[in-house]
């Protein structure tokens, strides 16, 4: 079964960084394309970046949200940066296996985490 284990959640001031990391396990991480999404309360789970197999693409549309992935650690990351409190929210990482992995920041990924939570304070 897929494991995906999210971490570095937490409270973080405005204008802040934080860096999310997500362990897979129990399949093969270097052969999936990988996204990072949130969920705020009331609001729709929106993408916000994601990794194609080896980083070979990136998809990046938040310029203050960069993702990378270590095949070797099977991790992949979400540096984010210049925190705002709208940015407070449960954040989940995806794994697609090949067959899915078009259109990486649409919701219907196979395969998620449990979610860590940020909190960006006023």
């Known amino acids: 079964a897929v494991r995906l284990i999210e971490s570095g959640g937490g409270s973080v001031q405005t204008g802040g960084s934080l860096r999310l990391s997500c362990v897979a396990s129990?399949?093969?991480?270097?052969?999936?394309?990988m996204s990072w999404f949130r969920q705020a309360p009331g609001k729709e789970r929106e993408g916000l970046a994601a990794?194609?197999?080896?980083?070979r693409s990136k998809f990046e549309p938040w310029d203050r949200f960069t993702i990378s992935r270590n095949d070797g650690m099977n991790t992949l990351y979400l540096q984010m940066r210049d925190l705002r409190p709208d940015d407070t929210a449960v954040y989940y990482c995806?794994?697609?296996?090949?067959?899915?992995?078009?259109?990486?920041?649409?919701?219907?990924?196979?395969?998620w985490g449990q979610g860590t939570q940020v909190t960006v304070l006023e």
């Open positions: 129990e399949f093969p991480f270097r052969t999936y394309c």
């Open positions: 995806a794994a697609s296996p090949p067959s899915w992995c078009s259109r990486l920041l649409d919701a219907d990924r196979p395969y």
């Open positions: 990794i194609t197999v080896g980083g």
